[in-house]
């Protein structure tokens, strides 16, 4: 007759206090009844007060009972295990290869082989070692996998700003692609610091990683140019990713952001509005320097001069300075007709911006460029913008794929550019603001 125990949890009031409890019910051929409660124990310590209660008053049951089921209460979550496994981690120690390979019957070389995928097993004796790393819980230990080889099979991924939305779909983007080869991702925040992208890396190596996937800082007080340029040559791949520092010798996929910055302020202005107001990232930033490029070329282009007050540069991180800044020209007698937006992230705070101060969008304001929120299609237009981040960062990982996978001879570095470009797509017929000069381009559908 299988025997089963329970824990249910309660409370007592004591004053103005209240205790946590866990109770112990036992329906056990060898005892009827029982009932015990213990006070709020660690997870350890009650493993601890079960399995002296069992070993000391049921040795048949505590030893044998197969089939016997502890349901644990703790922090709301409750967890299951059969009575075998609750015995052999008695101690709450960590199964190691050595375990392993006493419960499969075979030598820890033999272990060290399924692991690694590599010698030969035979299938019985693969099987018997799968099935007890299954049973005794065990996970290799990294460390150790990386102190027996010169490489892990984990890649170190270094972000600027790793809350950025285009940096946290990348990196989605490309643990996907690595997924698929075996490989793992360790994330790191560079946080736009120089030092700390410097010491990032040099963690990242003391992992023994297989290559490293970086956004590299580039600021006008310099770049880590020459570091990244030694670890390449030591045999390491390193792809770096959106911005291009002059003078690397690193393979790299970059974002040409000029054109579509270009585009999109060109369609602004060929709509005959002069009153805009122009966000990005400030030109400290590669790509904030080509994007403001491309701003101030279609102005000149057009003859147009944008006043300072309507132009605002800043880092995402920034926010109660862009906060201000919208809800200033949003409150001015005279708004800006157009926004040309290329802070990623920010599309839903404009909004927020625009309606506070009474201005509908898009029939008194006409807002443009990134809509990472994708926000604007509620307003009956989008703005399409090529390439994806699916497209550019799949690019970017199956190149540092192909570069781990060549192994120590790597090839003289590629340069790969993706050329940006923007234009709106008007669903439907849609009320944009009244010009302030005549339009040199238009659409009847987009009037």
Not at 156 to 175: C, E, H, K, L, T
Not at 347 to 369: F, I, K, N
Not at 383 to 402: G, N, R, T, W
Request: with cysteine; glycine share 6%.
């Amino acid at each position: 007759m299988p025997c089963h125990t329970k824990f249910t949890h309660g409370v007592s009031c004591r004053a103005k206090s209240y205790e946590k409890f866990f109770f112990l019910q036992t329906f056990c051929p060898y005892a009827s009844g029982f009932c015990a409660g213990f006070i709020d124990n660690p997870f350890k310590k009650t493993y601890n007060i079960i399995l002296e209660y069992f070993s000391r008053k049921h040795p048949k049951c505590g030893t044998e009972a197969a089939y016997l089921t502890c349901i644990i209460f703790r922090r709301g979550e409750r967890t299951a295990l059969p009575c075998k496994e609750v015995m052999e981690e008695k101690n709450m120690k960590k199964a190691t290869i050595r375990d392993v390979a006493k419960a499969a019957g075979v030598s820890q070389s033999t272990v060290s082989r399924v692991l690694n995928n590599n010698g030969y097993v035979g299938e019985a004796a693969r099987r018997r070692v799968e099935e007890a790393m299954e049973a005794l819980h065990y996970s290799p230990s990294a460390i150790a996998v990386c102190l027996s080889k010169s490489r892990s099979r984990m890649i170190g991924v270094i972000v600027p700003q790793i809350f950025a939305p285009f940096f946290s779909r990348m990196y989605y983007i490309a643990d996907r692609v690595m997924e698929r080869y075996g490989y793992r991702l360790l994330l790191c925040n560079s946080d736009e610091n120089l030092k700390r992208e410097k010491e990032l890396i040099d963690d990242l190596l003391s992992y023994k990683i297989a290559a490293l996937f970086i956004v590299p800082v580039d600021r006008d007080e310099g770049t880590n140019k020459a570091y990244l340029n030694h670890i390449r040559n030591t045999g390491m791949p390193v792809v770096c990713v959106d911005r291009e520092i002059e003078g690397i010798q690193c393979d790299g996929v970059y974002i040409d952001n000029y054109t579509a910055c270009y585009e999109i302020t060109k369609d602004v202005l060929a709509r005959g509005y002069r009153n805009i107001a122009y966000m990005a990232d400030p030109p400290i930033y590669g790509p904030g320097r080509d994007r403001l490029r491309g701003f101030r070329d279609a102005c000149k282009e057009f003859g147009v001069t944008v006043p300072q007050e309507n132009i605002f540069l800043a880092p995402i991180e920034d926010t109660e300075p862009l906060n201000a800044f919208l809800h200033d020209i949003a409150r001015r007698d005279d708004p800006p007709k157009a926004i040309i937006n290329f802070v990623r992230g920010w599309d839903y705070t404009m909004l927020q911006a625009l309606h506070s101060a009474g201005l509908r969008v898009p029939e008194d304001v006409y807002l443009t460029g990134l809509d990472d929120d994708n926000t604007l299609p509620n307003f009956g237009y989008s703005m399409q913008y090529l390439p994806s981040v699916i497209d550019f960062s799949e690019a970017a990982a199956k190149l540092l794929i192909e570069r781990v996978e060549a192994g120590n001879a790597l090839p003289e570095p590629e340069r790969r550019i993706f050329t940006t470009h923007m234009k709106p797509v008007f669903e439907r017929k849609v009320t944009l603001p009244k010009p302030d000069a005549a339009p040199t381009e238009t659409d009847e559908k987009e009037k």
